[in-house]
């Protein structure tokens, strides 16, 4: 008996072990857990220490890694491994993201030794590509015909490859600034078949000629900081719907530019020009011209001929060139009908330039060497708004107490740094800011202040005043006035305070 009971304990460990009977359809609970199974959903396979807020999105930024994590999911669209550390981009892992539609590698530390030429191959549905801040020395050979946003600023790139961005139909931006590439390294078909780039930039690299086979598609040129000394004929020819060009800090001389440089950029807005060699206003400027920078040159005289194709020129930037006591001859600007702004800052004008345009609102004429204001000197412009003649040569006795008689409009006008011993005469009623400090004014007297009543802001710092010499009824009309700066320098001895500033006054700031 006792063996037969022995006997049977191996049919029963084997009918414990047997699966169970078959479901029958319909039988099932289906929101029951069955065994081994959760009642919460199975997780989304994440990276560690990444986040993945949507199944297509992985954000692994600023973790320090310094290896490609390898538990990406298939699905994902979005990858951001920013701010890491990473030295190299694994095709195997690459391969697998087929779906990737956007890219960050923003600032690590990727070499092309790092990046195999096949890397980003499998990529076919990517449209925007950041490997910025990184350590590559030539482009990717290859990126994927789908892309739209291409940025490798930032690297130490010496070449590029007729596939890095050429034969991309929808690529649109390309940023190749703060690199170190030449012309050498920069092929003549480097664009070719992506014919809808809007912007491109290559300032800061090495350039000596502006590259030739530009997209005609451009809408914005980005070539300030570079070497660039000439324009080659035609360079510029197919661009006509470039509306910002920047040639800043660069070598360019007159020898350079030619007539045509410009003349079939039929959309061209903005022109920076600033900081080159020129002693001449470029020939053959576009009509649609809208901002003309030209500070930081070598111009000695403004040309009438050369602006009269910029009909439509709204600010010119002069600063800091070599203009003299004949830079800007009567008339020079006459074809500039609609000019806004006038920029004159740091030359040697002796006077101010005279038959300006019309409608003219500000013009900022500081650190010359203007010495005299006649009566008729600003009767041409009665529109302006903004006067600046700072730091100029100015006394009292050549300001004409009717010098500032036409201009009505005049709202802010900045005479800091000049000689004036009194408050000039005439002043517009309309004057909301009056900057006087750094002359030698003496007396304060309400003469010149009558009428003044939406003046806001007065400057007298650093003159001779005294509180004693503040005539009486000198503050009645400035009801208006917010903000006084330090009327007394610091060098004058103390005064006791004056009567005649009325207590009833309270935003009045004399000190000593």
């Not at 994440?46 to 949507?54: E, F, G, W």
């Not at 950029?265 to 053959?284: F, I, K, R, W």
């Not at 830079?327 to 740091?346: C, S």
Request: net charge positive; glycine share 6%.
């Amino acid at each position: 008996m006792a063996e037969s009971g022995l006997a049977m304990w191996p049919s029963l460990l084997l009918l414990l072990l047997l699966p169970g009977p078959l479901p029958v359809a319909g039988m099932e609970d289906a929101a029951f857990p069955h065994l081994g199974e959760s009642s919460q959903p199975l997780p989304r396979a994440c990276p560690l220490r990444c986040s993945c807020p949507r199944v297509d999105t992985v954000d692994c930024e600023g973790l320090d890694l310094r290896v490609f994590p390898d538990n990406i999911t298939r699905a994902a669209q979005h990858l951001s491994l920013q701010n890491n550390q990473l030295q190299e981009l694994p095709y195997n892992e690459l391969s697998r993201l087929s779906g990737l539609r956007t890219l960050n590698l923003h600032n690590n530390l990727i070499s092309s030794e790092g990046l195999p030429d096949e890397a980003f191959e499998s990529l076919t549905q990517l449209q925007h590509l950041c490997v910025a801040h990184n350590k590559l020395s030539v482009a990717p050979q290859f990126l994927p015909r789908s892309l739209r946003v291409a940025d490798l600023a930032a690297n130490q790139v010496m070449e590029i490859f007729p596939l890095t961005f050429g034969e991309k139909p929808a690529l649109r931006s390309v940023y190749l600034h703060n690199n170190q590439l030449s012309n050498a390294g920069l092929p003549p078909d480097a664009f070719r078949g992506s014919e809808a780039i809007a912007t491109l930039s290559l300032s800061n690299n090495r350039l000596s000629y502006l590259p030739p086979s530009l997209p005609p598609s451009l809408e914005r040129l980005h070539l300030q900081n570079n070497l660039i000394s000439k324009v080659p004929r035609g360079a510029l020819s197919r661009q006509t719907q470039l509306r910002e060009l920047y040639l800043q800090h660069n070598q360019l001389t007159d020898s350079g530019l030619d007539a045509t440089t410009f003349s079939k950029l039929h959309s061209l807005e903005y022109l920076d020009l600033s900081h080159n060699q020129l002693t001449t206003v470029p020939a053959g400027l576009p009509r649609t011209l809208a901002i003309l920078h030209l500070g930081r040159n070598r111009i000695r005289q403004v040309e009438a001929a050369r602006l009269h194709g910029a009909r439509g020129l709204r600010y010119l930037l002069l600063q800091h060139n070599q203009l003299g006591s004949s830079g800007l001859p009567a008339g020079a600007l006459r074809p500039l009908r609609g000019l806004h702004t006038l920029h004159l800052y740091g030359n040697g004008l002796d006077r101010v330039p005279p038959a300006l345009p019309r409608r003219l609102r500000a013009l900022v004429l500081p650190h010359n060497h203007v010495a005299a204001l006649g009566a008729r000197d600003l009767v041409a412009t009665p529109g302006l708004t903004e006067l600046n003649l700072a730091y100029n040569r100015l006394a009292s006795a050549h300001v004409h107490h009717r010098a500032f008689r036409r201009l009505r409009a005049l709202r802010s006008l900045d005479l800091a740094g000049n000689q004036l011993t009194r408050l000039p005469m005439g002043l517009p009623t309309g004057l909301r800011t009056l900057q006087l400090q750094r002359n030698q004014l003496r007396m304060l007297e309400p003469e010149p202040l009558a009428g003044l009543d939406q003046l806001r802001e007065l400057s007298l710092a650093h003159n001779r005043l005294r509180v004693g010499d503040i005539g009486p009824g000198t503050w009645h009309e400035l009801q208006a006035l917010q903000v006084r700066h330090r009327l007394v320098s610091h060098t004058v001895p103390r005064a006791p305070p004056s009567p005649c500033l009325p207590c009833h006054i309270p935003n009045i700031l004399v000190s000593w």
